[in-house]
């Protein structure tokens, strides 16, 4: 009995470590590349849950095909948004926070306009339920879980083994040198931004079918992700898959024996690791 | 540069007369509320301008109106504490909550300052919604009484009763917010502000103590975003969680960024313009959101200097095509 109460949260902890991965690997990407914070991540998380809820839960359009969808509708969006208004601001730190902080209000509020401000419920795509140990884990957040763990193992092979992945690990640590040795920077800039928001939106659509869909859902979200790649370490790839695991049971536990009050613990994370380990768990030293 | 002086004067004696009659030129009682509220966004402006000048971006800065105006509430309503002791506890508080934060978060040069006052300003909310005794959760604090009546034995006293009474009282406070941030930013206090915007490494090698100042500035700001968090609580007698939100802290931005950071008029003059847009935009309000987010994002990348940079430039046109005309007079 006591054991299951123990092990529920760390299941469905890990499912939702697994899935923040992806958020804070997105963030982490834009990040190396822009050097600032792109402050409307969570909008495009919220934009991949509701290209989702629509394609899948009202189109009825096979889920894996809607998430796929979903990856590049939320690319398309994040480049077109990174060309207008991101690649002005030259990557001077304040005006790009200002414009991050424009386009998240702005797309927050034009979701409202279009998909109304309600939170909508997605009929559950896989029904059931698999369950050990006493221990019950839907089979949406099985799916969930298994889907995020392909897909961070896909991320990782192409950011380290392939050329294009290698160009934009080049771009993070030196954009100089980077350009000198003939990489478009440019180019690698637009691939890099529409990757990590395709990995917010893709999150986004793996999480509807799990949780509400709101168009105000992004700026918990938003917060969800930077205080995991604080805690993993800024930049740190490594790091932010380790902060999205201890992020997501340490949520878990809290929202099972603390309630509401949970929603507090990714600032108090954040003010813990500047206080106690200013680098993050994985971080290299500034 | 007396004659420059004395215009100045002569221009902010003007103002100042014409923010006292407003009263009496605005007799509906509507757009005098209008005007009050004009007036604290025009405070709340002017102290994220005032962080700003030290090249730091707050994200939370309705958080803190939100500490002022719960807790000036809180200690009016549940404690029985005179309304202006609430006020300076409210105001410290404010103060105090921000020496923690910005202690923790400006030590580091980075992303930290940006993402932790982005976070503290969304679980300000959380926490007053979610803590009943004494800050009545989700439903807020309803039905304060209006500001104690300031007794002058013998002579007079104020009660505050009347939308004019607290127009004036609001006018008074907003006042003195305004002028201290800018005889501050205009100090020798607000050159370090400077020095550190445009290049803090520089400041740091001529051994200025960049923390100590950005914090310095940070907790003056929220001081008085506090104070225009309980202003607001004054004039509306009541307050909730929704009050004071992140779009609120953008609302700050924007007017910080349309109104131009070279000097107080900028802000002032943004929260100005944008709340008598907000105005002419009350027919199709649920778009006012996205108009104000590509103006922000417009002023930003378009608009550099602000409405005052703009008039600084024109002005400096205009002077350099009639300079050589009045050489030649002379």
């Not at chain 1, 799990?210 to 205080?227: H, N």
């Amino acid at each position: 009995m006591t054991l299951e109460i123990l092990l529920q949260p760390l299941i469905y902890g890990l499912q939702l470590g697994v899935t923040y991965i992806l958020l804070a690997l997105g963030l982490t990407v834009i990040f190396s590349i822009m050097n600032v914070i792109n402050l409307a991540h969570g909008e495009f998380y919220m934009l991949g849950a509701f290209t989702v809820f629509y394609i899948n839960g009202l189109l009825r359009v096979n889920y894996f095909l809607a998430l796929i969808i979903s990856v590049v509708v939320v690319a398309a969006i994040g480049i077109f948004f990174e060309r207008i208004f991101f690649r002005p601001a030259r990557g001077q730190v304040v005006p790009t926070v200002i414009v991050g902080i424009g386009l998240m209000w702005l797309l927050q509020t034009a979701a409202q306009l279009i998909f109304g401000a309600q939170p909508r419920g997605m009929k559950e795509v896989f029904q059931g339920t698999v369950s050990f140990l006493n221990v019950n884990l839907s089979d949406s957040r099985v799916a969930a879980g298994i889907i995020s763990i392909i897909l961070v193992g896909g991320i990782y092979l192409f950011i380290y083994k392939t050329k294009l992945g290698k160009a934009l690990q080049a771009v993070a640590q030196d954009r100089e040198a980077a350009m000198s040795l003939g990489i478009d920077i440019g180019k690698v800039g637009t691939i890099g931004f529409g990757l990590g928001c395709g990995l917010a939106g893709v999150a986004g659509g793996i999480m509807a079918p799990i949780f509400f869909v709101e168009p105000t859902m992004g700026t918990t979200t938003l917060i969800k992700s930077m205080s995991i790649i604080i805690l993993g370490g800024v930049g740190s790839i490594p790091g932010a898959a380790l902060g999205g695991l201890i992020l997501g049971i340490v949520e878990s536990y809290g929202q099972t024996f603390l309630g509401y009050s949970a929603t507090t613990f990714p600032f108090l994370i954040i003010l813990l690791v500047l206080i106690f380990k200013r680098t993050g768990l994985m971080g290299r030293a500034a | 540069m007396s004659r420059l002086t004395l215009k100045k004067t002569v221009l902010c004696v003007v103002l100042f007369v014409i923010l006292l009659l407003i009263p009496v030129l605005f007799r509906n009682l509507y757009h005098l509320g209008i005007i009050t509220f004009m007036l604290i966004n025009a405070l709340l402006a002017v102290s994220c301008w005032f962080i700003m000048a030290t090249g730091q971006v707050t994200l939370g800065h309705a958080g803190f109106a939100a500490i002022g105006g719960y807790l000036s509430a809180a200690l009016i309503s549940k404690y029985a504490i005179g309304s202006w002791w609430s006020l300076l506890i409210a105001m410290l508080t404010a103060g105090m909550v921000a020496l923690i934060i910005g202690y923790i978060t400006l030590r580091i040069k980075g992303i930290y300052f940006i993402v932790a006052t982005l976070a503290l300003g969304e679980v300000i909310r959380v926490i007053f919604g979610a803590w009943d005794d004494p800050f009545g959760g989700l439903i807020g604090i309803m039905n304060l009484p209006p500001p104690d009546t300031i007794i002058i034995p013998g002579l007079f006293s104020i009660k505050f009763v009347s939308k004019v009474s607290l127009y004036y009282l609001t006018l008074l406070f907003t006042m003195i917010g305004i002028i201290v941030m800018h005889r501050l930013n205009r100090s020798p206090i607000g050159l370090v502000f400077q020095g550190i915007r445009q290049a803090d490494d520089l400041a740091e090698n001529v051994g200025i103590n960049i923390m100590g100042y950005k914090v310095l500035a940070f907790v003056i700001g929220c001081i008085f975003a506090g104070m225009g968090g309980v202003l607001y609580t004054y004039n509306v007698g009541s307050i909730q969680p929704s009050s004071f939100t992140l779009v609120q802290s953008a609302y700050y931005l924007v007017y910080v960024a349309v109104g131009g950071g070279a000097n107080v008029f900028g802000p002032i003059l943004g929260a100005l313009v944008l709340n008598i847009l907000s105005e002419f935009l009350r027919p199709v309000k649920e778009f006012e959101p996205i108009v104000f987010a590509l103006i922000l994002i417009g002023a930003v990348l378009l608009l550099q200097g602000g409405l005052v940079g703009l008039v600084q430039a024109l002005w400096r046109r205009i002077h350099e095509i009639a300079a050589p005309i009045s050489e030649r007079a002379i």
